[in-house]
Nanobody, 118 residues
Framework: QVQLVESGGGLVQPGGSLRLSCAAS????????MGWYRQAPGKQRELVAA???????NYADSVKGRFTISKDNAGNTVYLQMNSLKPEDTAVYYC????????????WGQGTQVTVSS
């Protein structure tokens, strides 16, 4: 019932910036978490950043100080501001919503490619 549409990926040079967005439609519960995962070729999918319904955030150590996650006032759109990008940030980035009602339900966006290269 929850659909996620991502945008904002692309090609950027090292040191550059990109801003990803993810718009959620459908019923979102107050007890939820929105975030971003990424997966590079040959590597496991990893959590990049997450934000709770109450606005608390968490980041992977590899992106702390460079990436910022945020939500709009309605809580239906999540953003990932990525600064000081490095080649190792190259991956497909996936928006994720977790809804904690009778367990946890995961919803995923289609993925957007981020490539950091000269």
């Amino acid at each position: 019932q929850v659909q996620l549409v991502e945008s904002g990926g692309g090609l950027v040079q090292p040191g550059g910036s990109l801003r990803l967005s993810c718009a959620a439609s459908g019923l979102l519960f107050s007890l939820n978490q929105m975030g971003w995962y990424r997966q590079a070729p040959g590597k496991q999918r990893e959590l990049v950043a997450a934000i709770t319904g109450g606005g608390m955030t968490n980041y992977a150590d590899s992106v702390k100080g460079r990436f910022t996650i945020s939500k709009d006032n309605a809580g239906n759109t999540v953003y990932l501001q990525m600064n000081s990008l490095k080649p190792e940030d190259t991956a497909v980035y996936y928006c994720n919503v977790k809804i904690f009602v009778r367990g946890v339900d995961n919803y995923w966006g289609q993925g957007t490619q981020v490539t950091v290269s000269s």
